[in-house]
């Protein structure tokens, strides 16, 4: 009896130290986790992880171990990964892409899937909007960087000037136009000196694209067929061509547009453009850079249908084959799946979460986002098509391309018809 | 004999780095290249599968290459005579300077783009040529055109644009190879000609410029080659935008192609190599053949 109760004791008492002492040190080796992120616009969210992965994997059990984040310009990012990878080398962790890097049919197998209960602890936690990203085939292999969501940003001043309500955002693309029109300011010789709309149409092709595909899908197009095997009579159909036509008319009919502006985000943010359509994370950019430019979010405009746009690009964090310390890199992983990880990750950079605790109104960090509410609208939505492909890259950067051509000229029947003959190409081929 | 033993072998010695060095940045690379060229490569997982002539049917029926084929000769044809042309001339008033320093200043001003970073040139001309910012389109604007064009960002304007900047980055060295052979040129030709009559135009024509034959062979050469692989002025500046309107060869492989087929990466590479190789070959034959006879 009294063996029993020693035991008892000893046992009570080395629950409770051990629960006090933190989590049980699994590792005191020196360990470096290398992050590779191609989100280079804005370095305080790149950083976030290695500081927020570090404050948690030492909390985890490692109390040695250190995540170093770097910045992967995207502008030829695959090339780099590649040639990485491909040497043995590369990151341990790295912001991807699944379908394009996964294990198990990606284009260019790299990610390792996650162990089951990582996978699962995901799948429940994951708000819906972000959950398929970082997937394949049914396999998870990482979770979203961020709750990208393309939202309306105006600038308020601006609509006070032309007469309008900032609080009365136009919601579709018919009250667009017109709104656009009262924004746009012209001088003497007709030359648009303030745009009423600026779309994106340079830079990267996947980019542009990204941009355009939630106007295609708003008017009932899609990029590729269901099964994605085919983009002719899905880019080219009379809906994204009617798509292609709404944005070659906001240049050349309503004369909404002025070309010379460059990017939307410095455009904006110069005061040069009235409206632009960008993801959230360009409210803690503008409040940054540009803290004259007063500015409010909305939801995304609709047209035949009233999708909330799903994201092109569906960014997640994933593992590399070739880390020496995957186990490491999973533990991460299980350490990041929490609101804390969540915040951590986002907060910096006043990034959209992706956790269901944190990505929720009543969340007291999304309720300091400036995009909150027009994010939580749109989450009331059905989600645009989503297009989890292996030569995802490849193929957006067509219709990039070919939306700048059209924006530039190009007939929009035209432009989708060359799009399509040259992704059906693409997915034939490279 | 044996003196001349020692001295290959001592020879060897001090070529030898050079013989490592290149064997393997060069020669390895692109015997590795070739093999490649008629494979299915998996590079992640250094699996690979003969596929003969595939890659190469492959890349020539492609629309993407035989796109990217026009523009890079489109920009072949705007950057070469126009080099070979204006540094001749530059060379030519050079050389006619009295004074020596202004020569040598000039030819050192004409230089230093060629010692430029490629990537640092095309983001300062990048701005130059920006629609809004940019110093052209400002100093246009102010001589009272207001419908500039918007150079890098227009389809019909980019190559052209990136043709102006390839041109500058170039002009350098052409002046330096011709303001050197035109100074090697003996002065008692032009007195010659002098005493019998010969205008400066005459001279340039009748002398200056076939006995500059070697140095233009080997310049139109060159450039040929600069051209026909212009790479980093264009992807610093436009990444082969707007719209792949300067897709050019070398951009097309990288953008669309090496990520997505290996082999087919490599396939174009083998082309490209095959077609510089032979175009060289026939410059040297047919250009030189006079001048050398």
């Known amino acids: 009896m009294k063996s029993i109760l020693t035991f008892l004791t000893v046992a009570f008492f080395s629950v409770v130290g051990a629960a006090y002492a933190g989590a049980p040190v699994k590792s005191t080796e020196v360990i470096e986790l290398t992050y590779w992120s191609v989100f280079g616009q804005s370095p305080p969210f790149v950083q976030a992880f290695g500081d927020t992965g570090t404050k948690l994997l030492r909390a985890y059990g490692y109390p040695n171990a250190t995540v170093k984040a770097e910045i992967t310009n995207f502008e030829g990012y695959e090339q780099k990964y590649l040639s990485a990878f491909a040497s043995g080398k590369g990151p341990d962790i790295f912001v991807g892409m699944a379908p394009a890097w996964a294990m198990d049919g990606g284009l260019n197998p790299v990610a390792v899937p996650l162990p089951d209960d990582v996978a699962k602890m995901y799948d429940s936690k994951l708000a819906p909007y972000t959950a398929s990203w970082g997937t394949y085939k049914g396999k998870r292999y990482g979770f979203?960087?961020?709750?990208?969501?393309?939202m309306l940003y105006i600038n308020t001043d601006h609509f006070k000037e032309a007469g309008l309500?900032?609080?009365?955002?136009?919601?579709?693309?018919?009250?667009?136009?017109?709104?656009?029109?009262?924004?746009?300011?012209?001088?003497?010789?007709?030359?648009?000196?303030?745009?009423?709309?600026?779309?994106?149409?340079?830079?990267?092709?996947?980019?542009?694209?990204?941009?355009?595909?939630?106007?295609?899908?708003?008017?009932?197009?899609?990029?590729?067929s269901e099964d994605m095997k085919k983009a002719d009579g899905y880019i080219n159909s009379p809906e994204s061509v009617a798509a292609f036509q709404f944005y070659y008319d906001l240049v050349y009919k309503y004369k909404v547009v002025n070309l010379d502006f460059g990017m939307p985000e410095r455009a904006f943010q110069q005061g040069l453009t009235s409206m632009v359509f960008r993801e959230g994370c360009l409210a803690g950019d503008t409040i940054e850079k540009a803290p004259n430019v007063h500015f409010r979010v909305f939801p995304y405009i609709t047209a035949a249908k009233d999708y909330a746009p799903s994201n092109l690009l569906t960014w997640a964090?994933?593992?590399?084959?070739?880390?020496?310390?995957?186990?490491?890199?999973?533990?991460?992983?299980?350490?990041?799946?929490?609101?804390?990880?969540?915040?951590?990750?986002?907060?910096?950079?006043?990034?959209?979460?992706?956790?269901?605790?944190t990505f929720k109104p009543t969340n007291e960090y999304f309720k300091t986002l400036v995009y909150g509410p027009a994010l939580a609208e749109s989450l009331k939505k059905k989600i645009g098509p989503e297009y989890l492909h292996p030569k995802l890259d490849a193929i957006a950067y067509i219709v990039g391309e070919e939306l700048t051509a059209c924006l530039k000229g190009l007939a929009p029947k035209a432009a989708a018809d060359r799009a399509a003959k040259r992704i059906d190409e693409a997915l034939a081929g490279f | 004999m044996l003196k001349h033993d020692r001295y290959a072998r001592v020879g060897f010695l001090f070529v030898f780095p050079s013989v490592v060095f290149f064997g393997l940045v060069f020669f390895y690379p692109l015997a590795l290249a070739f093999w490649n060229a008629f494979h299915n490569i998996n590079i992640l997982q250094g699996t690979s599968e003969w596929v003969g002539i595939g890659?190469?049917?492959?890349?020539?029926?492609?629309?993407?290459?035989?796109?990217?084929?026009?523009?890079?000769?489109?920009?072949?044809?705007?950057?070469?005579?126009?080099?070979?042309?204006?540094?001749?001339?530059?060379?030519?008033?050079?050389?006619?300077?009295?004074?020596?320093?202004?020569?040598?200043?000039?030819?050192?001003?004409?230089?230093?783009?060629?010692?430029t970073s490629l990537v640092s040139a095309g983001?300062?001309?990048?701005?130059?040529?920006?629609?809004?910012?940019?110093?052209?389109?400002?100093?246009?604007?102010?001589?009272?055109?207001?419908?500039?064009?918007?150079?890098?960002?227009s389809p019909s304007m980019a190559l052209p644009t990136v043709a102006v900047i390839g041109f500058w980055?170039?002009?350098?060295?052409?002046?330096?190879?011709?303001?050197?052979?035109?100074?090697?040129?003996?002065?008692?030709?032009?007195?010659?000609?002098?005493?019998d009559g010969a205008s400066?135009?005459?001279?340039?024509?009748?002398?200056?410029?076939?006995?500059?034959?070697?140095?233009?062979?080997?310049?139109?050469?060159?450039?040929?080659?600069?051209?026909?692989?212009?790479?980093?002025?264009?992807?610093?500046?436009?990444?082969?935008?707007?719209?792949?309107?300067?897709?050019?060869v070398l951009v097309f492989l990288l953008k669309d192609v090496f990520n997505n087929d290996y082999g087919a990466a490599c396939a174009i590479t083998v082309l490209l190599l095959c077609f510089l190789f032979t175009i060289s070959f026939l410059q040297w034959k047919f250009l030189s053949t006079k001048v050398e006879q």
């Open chain 2, 200 to 248: 400066a135009l005459q001279q340039f024509f009748r002398i200056t410029l076939p006995l500059l034959n070697p140095q233009i062979v080997m310049v139109s050469t060159i450039e040929f080659i600069f051209a026909f692989k212009a790479f980093d002025q264009i992807f610093v500046t436009t990444r082969g935008g707007p719209s792949g309107a300067t897709k050019t």
């Open chain 2, 55 to 115: 890659k190469f049917v492959k890349v020539l029926g492609h629309s993407g290459f035989q796109r990217s084929v026009l523009v890079t000769c489109g920009y072949v044809l705007m950057v070469v005579p126009a080099l070979l042309v204006f540094s001749l001339v530059l060379s030519a008033i050079i050389v006619g300077f009295r004074e020596k320093f202004f020569g040598d200043v000039a030819t050192t001003i004409f230089f230093l783009p060629v010692v």
């Open chain 1, 165 to 224: 309500n900032p609080d009365k955002a136009p919601r579709t693309t018919e009250e667009f136009i017109e709104i656009a029109k009262k924004l746009t300011k012209t001088d003497g010789s007709g030359k648009i000196t303030r745009s009423g709309y600026h779309p994106r149409f340079l830079g990267h092709g996947l980019g542009v694209a990204d941009k355009f595909l939630p106007i295609v899908h708003i008017f009932g197009g899609r990029m590729l």
């Open chain 2, 169 to 195: 980055v170039r002009l350098g060295f052409d002046v330096v190879i011709f303001v050197t052979a035109m100074n090697s040129i003996p002065a008692s030709y032009y007195e010659a000609a002098d005493i």
């Open chain 2, 123 to 153: 983001i300062i001309w990048q701005w130059i040529f920006d629609p809004t910012l940019g110093v052209v389109n400002n100093v246009l604007n102010a001589l009272g055109l207001q419908d500039a064009p918007t150079w890098l960002q």
């Open chain 1, 317 to 357: 964090n994933l593992i590399s084959k070739n880390s020496k310390h995957q186990q490491v890199a999973f533990d991460l992983f299980r350490a990041l799946a929490t609101v804390e990880g969540d915040i951590g990750l986002h907060k910096p950079a006043m990034y959209e979460p992706v956790l269901t605790e």
């Open chain 1, 144 to 150: 979203a960087v961020e709750g990208l969501m393309q």
